[in-house]
């Protein structure tokens, strides 16, 4: 079957740095995306990985490894804002996406 | 350009009552889908169209749940009885790119509209 898995919760210090990681085994792969969920709202985009390697956009980055199905979501200097549910999603071969159940990331000041 | 508008944001319902949900994509957006989330879950896709044809429904609980596209633009969902574990949140989201031409296809959300069965 295919999966997505994720940290069910985080904490982290506002000021500070959080990587937050996710591991899939799906069907083909045709990319990897990260949306932020704030509580009660929709998921925006953040990023969006189909190589190898880091992306980065401003506080926020992303990283792949296809071989070790690995992606991370790095967020700097966090700020309490940054407060939301990360959801990391797979595009597997019929590019159909899988969702994982979302990291809930809790900023502390 | 605006975004993807749903109605209604909050709907309450008694069990075995029938609600209807609306979207309408950002246009010129040829794909259209509607998830349901759970609290504390993930999205979950239940349909997926492509202009007005229906690319995946594998998901849908078709007993109960039904959804059309009519002229390839705005999109109902209905749910018909409900039961206790329909309470959730519907999404509705679109994309510009059509299925399996490529990879990089964003979606964009809608802010949804939570259903709670009684």
């Known amino acids: 079957g295919q999966n997505i898995d994720q940290p069910t919760e985080m904490t982290a210090t506002e000021g500070a740095i959080v990587q937050i990681n996710c591991t899939y085994q799906t069907s083909g792969f045709n990319g990897l995306f990260w949306y932020q969920q704030h509580a009660g709202e929709a998921p925006t985009f953040l990023s969006y990985?189909?190589l190898d390697g880091l992306e980065e956009k401003g506080r926020f980055s992303s990283f792949l490894s296809r071989s070790k199905g690995y992606s991370y979501l790095l967020l700097k200097e966090l700020q309490m804002k940054d407060s939301a549910s990360y959801l990391c999603?797979?595009?597997?071969?019929?590019?159909?996406?899988?969702w994982g159940a979302g990291t809930k990331l809790i900023i502390k000041p | 350009e605006a975004g993807v508008a749903q109605s209604p944001r909050y709907k309450i319902i008694e069990k075995r009552q029938s609600v209807a949900f609306w979207c309408n994509p950002i246009?010129?957006?040829?794909?259209l889908y509607w998830y349901q989330q759970i609290l504390g879950q993930g999205p979950k896709l239940l349909i997926q169209f492509q202009n007005n044809g229906v690319v995946d429904d594998s998901q849908l609980p078709k007993d109960r749940f039904s959804a059309e596209r009519l002229k390839g633009v705005d999109s109902t969902l209905k749910i018909q009885p409900a039961k206790l574990e329909d309470s959730a949140v519907y999404l509705c989201a679109s994309s510009l790119a059509l299925t399996g031409s490529s990879g990089a296809n964003v979606l964009t959300f809608g802010a949804g509209s939570r259903l709670t069965v009684l």
């Open positions: 990985n189909v």
């Open positions: 999603a797979v595009m597997d071969s019929n590019y159909q996406l899988i």
């Open positions: 246009s010129g957006h040829a794909t």
